[in-house]
């Protein structure tokens, strides 16, 4: 018996794991370039536009990994 599902269900409809990491990953994103604005820290950045695709992605990897794998 495994204890981590491999799909999540809402209703009848199953959504694969990567989803929600996704989902989280992109929230978590938004909420540390929403920091990094505030702090005044982007201007460091040459494009803090990418900053915040490569902390999706970071953020996602992680989650994946430890909070909802696959």
């Known amino acids: 018996m495994h204890l981590i599902p491999h799909e999540l269900h809402i209703g009848e409809v199953f959504f694969p794991p990567i989803l929600l ?3 989280l990953g992109l929230v978590a994103a938004s909420i540390t370039a929403g920091l990094l604005n505030r702090f005044r820290v982007s201007r460091y950045f ?3 536009s990418l900053v915040l695709i490569a902390l999706a992605v970071i953020y996602t990897g992680l989650l994946s990994i430890f909070l909802f794998p696959g």
């Open 46 to 48: 040459y494009h803090p």
């Open 21 to 23: 990491d996704a989902a």
